[in-house]
């Protein structure tokens, strides 16, 4: 499982390049950049925005996913009572991916956090954590034969 404290996103574009087996020359000539340079790209933990657009572009996956996903579980937004001040767009709520769920019912499961405290720590609705443990049960209860 990826651990999105600790995000490298040159390695994580690199497995993805792999995956699709793309030429360094059409990455190349796509970034007019040399060989050495994409390699290097490899190698960087952070990246400017532009380049890891261009990467999503090319290689058709959103890694600008790590990251918000790593806002969902390790920063949560908070409640601002005075909206009306606010220039950028407020988002209505966080979409949690199933291995965003898996990763929080797993940390209760094996108790390294109780329900609260995963409800406190990532600011998850409490309805929305039972109704995930109630879902993701009867999903691994229906599975397996009786």
């Not at 400017?48 to 918000?68: E, P, Q, V």
Request: glycine share 2%.
């Amino acid at each position: 499982m990826l651990d999105l404290k600790k995000i490298h996103i040159g390695r994580l574009i690199k497995a993805r390049h792999q995956e699709l087996n793309i030429s360094i020359d059409r990455i190349c000539k796509f970034f007019k950049l040399t060989e050495e340079e994409i390699m290097n790209m490899f190698k960087q933990k952070n990246m400017n925005s532009d380049d890891m657009l261009k990467w999503s572009k090319l290689l058709k996956y959103d890694f600008f996913r790590f990251y918000s996903q790593h806002l969902i579980l390790y920063a949560p937004q908070v409640k601002n009572s005075k909206n009306e001040n606010m220039v950028l767009p407020q988002f209505r709520k966080n979409i949690y991916t199933k291995d965003i769920i898996n990763f929080i019912l797993e940390e209760i499961s094996t108790g390294e956090k109780t329900k609260k405290e995963a409800v406190e720590y990532y600011g998850i609705p409490k309805t929305t954590l039972y109704k995930w443990i109630n879902k993701y049960n009867a999903d691994e209860n229906s599975e397996t034969p009786d």
